[in-house]
């Protein structure tokens, strides 16, 4: 099958979270089953060149592509995704993305992604390779379906060619004013109120795809479950349960090359489940850098995480005194909301000896961090996957989370009373989204880490379940075929 994936991040290229992980990973498995695949990728000036060497597709030629009615100059490099043969075209329009930041709040972030989606068409013209599925991603490439259908409508290259759109985190919808959707050049009556682009006035890239995908994924069972309720569909839950037969939730994978302990190009020690010596030793090494002392029985707590109010670190704010009453340390890394940066620098300023916090976006930490961690906190209000509790589970890094969305779906609650009957869990989780409930799975595994052969137990539980690509790829390699079969 041939798959063409369209998407606003992809790692190790350009990354702000785990999308960029997904779409780094996903495609070198389905290449493994046998897929063709092909990922689009806006052209960032955040992109290092001289680390991804690219070059310029000469068979698609110089495109002149139509935003607002004019014409903006776009070029597609090429490069491959690292130790694959997956092929990564590149969109570029410096106009558009030559920009300190890859997501930004500039007048025009919706022309900067409807110019990235309506290239990705006409550079798949050009190609004159015919996708069986276009794969979108997330509103920033929500309109792509349509676009598909209405504006190049004209060119029956695409008529087999069927569209599923995956929901990563439906908060982010891309909600512009009517003029993003004129800009767009869609037609007026998908603009006007109950069109298939209109949301409260304005145009919705993230609803439009919603609509007219022929199937949607999204990145966990449970999180399929629950954005078909007001609590967690900000708004698009009536139209998910109109489309509740297309909708079904894939678990992501990881990338077990990048995310491997006995490989790790990012940490000193390598260890695996059978000998975790190396672990204690990362440990050490990461609070050597640190103004935290090593102490071998005091756990060390890891969060690596953007800063934004989705991941539930008002919890710990809630309950911060009690928190740095425990004998516990903390290594932190993460931006974003000042809030939450401040809760955390003050954090590490009041309790130097216990906190130690990193403002920052920084990968190589963040692996550290994973290797030398006992533990690690994702408290999320809501979590549609997550991809560092898997990361954890891998590294003996055992999670204490809210049990929501993927996290509910890879981390099993350790149960102490049935210790000793047959050993369940992998981790620690908290139903109530309270502070109360997040410092009591905190204290429980606190308990836990202190009796060895119980943790070791955990920590194994967690490093022995596979979370590799495979199972889920072919989940995705079937919901493609289903959209093929419904095109045609
Ligand atoms: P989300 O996509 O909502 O941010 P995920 O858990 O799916 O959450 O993925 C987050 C990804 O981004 C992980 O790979 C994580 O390690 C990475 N990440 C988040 N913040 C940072 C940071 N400050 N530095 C390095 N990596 C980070
Ligand atoms: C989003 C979600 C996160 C998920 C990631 C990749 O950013 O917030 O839970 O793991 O996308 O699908």
Not at 8 to 35: M, N, Q, R, W, Y
Not at 84 to 98: L, N, T
Not at 101 to 111: K, M, N, V
Request: proline share 4%; charged share 25%.
């Amino acid at each position: 099958m041939n798959i063409a994936i369209a998407a606003s991040e992809c790692a190790p290229f350009a990354k702000t979270g785990g999308l960029s992980d997904v779409i780094g990973s996903l495609p070198k498995a389905l290449a493994k089953l046998g897929c063709t695949v092909k990922v689009f990728l806006p052209k960032y000036s955040v992109i290092n060149e001289s680390e991804y060497p690219m070059r310029l597709d000469l068979s698609i030629g110089e495109m002149q592509v139509r935003v607002g009615g004019f014409p903006r100059t776009v070029h597609v490099l090429k490069s491959k995704l690292p130790d694959s043969d997956v092929q990564v075209y590149f969109i570029d329009c410096p106009h558009y993305f030559h920009r300190a930041r890859i997501y930004t709040s500039d007048w025009d972030e919706d022309e900067r992604f409807t110019l990235f989606q309506k290239s990705v068409i006409e550079a798949l013209q050009r190609l004159q390779w015919r996708p069986d599925v276009i794969h979108c991603n997330d509103w920033q490439t929500g309109l792509l379906p349509l676009l598909l259908r209405d504006n190049y409508g004209w060119d029956r290259f695409f008529d087999k060619t069927a569209t599923v759109l995956s929901i990563h985190n439906i908060a982010y919808q891309g909600w512009f004013s009517r003029d993003a959707g004129i800009r767009a050049e869609l037609r007026k009556e998908h603009l006007d109120k109950g069109g298939l682009a209109e949301w409260g006035g304005g145009v919705n890239f993230l609803k439009t795809g919603l609509l007219t995908a022929d199937l949607l994924t999204t990145v966990s069972e449970t999180y399929a479950r629950e954005i078909l309720t007001p609590q967690y569909g900000y708004g698009m839950e009536i139209i998910l349960n109109w489309r509740k037969q297309d909708l079904f939730g894939i678990l992501n994978g990881i990338d077990d090359e990048v995310w491997n302990p006995q490989t790790d190009k990012f940490i000193p020690f390598h260890f695996s489940a059978e000998n975790l010596e190396g672990k204690e030793k990362n440990k050490q090494f990461l609070l050597d850098q640190t103004t935290i002392n090593y102490h071998p029985n005091v756990p060390l707590i890891g969060i690596i995480s953007r800063l934004v109010s989705q991941k539930g670190f008002d919890l710990i704010e809630q309950e911060v005194h009690w928190l740095m009453q425990k004998n516990a340390q903390w290594v932190i890394l993460g931006s974003g909301e000042d809030r939450f940066e401040n809760l955390f620098t003050w954090m590490a300023h009041e309790f130097p000896h216990k906190v130690w916090t990193y403002i920052g976006f920084n990968t190589e930490l963040s692996h550290l961090i994973e290797a030398g961690a006992d533990m690690f906190l994702m408290p999320s209000h809501y979590e549609p996957c997550g991809l560092n509790q898997m990361y954890s589970l891998r590294y003996g890094t055992v999670p204490i989370v809210h049990k929501t969305g993927g996290l509910a779906d890879t981390v099993q609650d350790w149960d102490e009373y049935a210790y000793k009957g047959e050993p369940i869990g992998n981790g620690f989780s908290f139903e109530e989204p309270s502070g109360f409930a997040l410092s009591h799975a905190v204290h429980r595994a606190i308990e836990a880490y202190h009796n060895k052969p119980l943790w070791r137990r955990i920590q194994q539980n967690g490093m022995m379940k596979d979370f590799s690509w495979t199972n889920s790829a072919r989940k995705y390699i079937h919901i493609y075929k289903r959209a093929k079969a419904k095109r045609s």
